[in-house]
């Protein structure tokens, strides 16, 4: 990545990043390619928990999410550029409807293409 490339990945995940803690998902769309890939920290699909594909598939994930959870704010970023993925370290903090709270750290592994984000790899910590 150059040093145009690194500025263009890291408006672009600004952008990303407010629009998420927002819970402006059209926000958070606009950031990612059509075919944009998540692979989500948790899911039934071993190993990689579970992956959404495509932008509605993205706004599905989202309207689920927003389902069980009622508050989630990612902080304490850190962004961190290699030669093909750019990697970014959060704190997530928050709720889940039942009252069971959120305070976990992870990472995010992003790929752009086109100037947008195209794969959004994500790790949190498990807290027992």
């Given at each position: 990545?150059?040093?145009?490339?690194?500025?263009?990945?890291m408006t672009v995940l600004k952008?990303?990043?407010?629009?998420?803690?927002?819970?402006?998902?059209?926000?958070?769309?606009?950031?990612v390619t059509d075919d944009f890939?998540?692979?989500?920290?948790?899911?039934?699909?071993?190993?990689?928990?579970?992956?959404?594909?495509?932008?509605?598939?993205?706004?599905?994930?989202?309207?689920?999410?927003?389902?069980?959870?009622d508050t989630l704010r990612f902080?304490?970023?850190?962004?961190?550029?290699?030669?093909?993925?750019?990697?970014?370290?959060?704190?997530?903090?928050?709720?889940?409807?039942?009252?069971?709270?959120?305070?976990?750290?992870?990472?995010?592994?992003?790929?752009?293409?086109?100037?947008?984000?195209?794969?959004?790899?994500?790790?949190?910590?498990?807290?027992?």
């Open positions: 990545m150059g040093a145009i490339e690194r500025e263009t990945a952008a990303f990043g407010k629009a998420f803690n927002k819970g402006d998902v059209d926000g958070i769309l606009q950031n890939e998540w692979r989500l920290h948790e899911g039934p699909d071993a190993p990689d928990g579970q992956i959404v594909k495509g932008r509605e598939a993205v706004r599905r994930a989202l309207e689920s999410r927003a389902a069980v959870i902080s304490e970023t850190e962004v961190m550029f290699g030669d093909e993925h750019v990697v970014g370290r959060f704190k997530a903090t928050g709720a889940y409807k039942n009252g069971e709270t959120i305070d976990v750290r992870g990472v995010d592994i992003y790929s752009f293409r086109d100037g947008k984000i195209s794969v959004k790899d994500s790790y949190w910590k498990r807290i027992a």
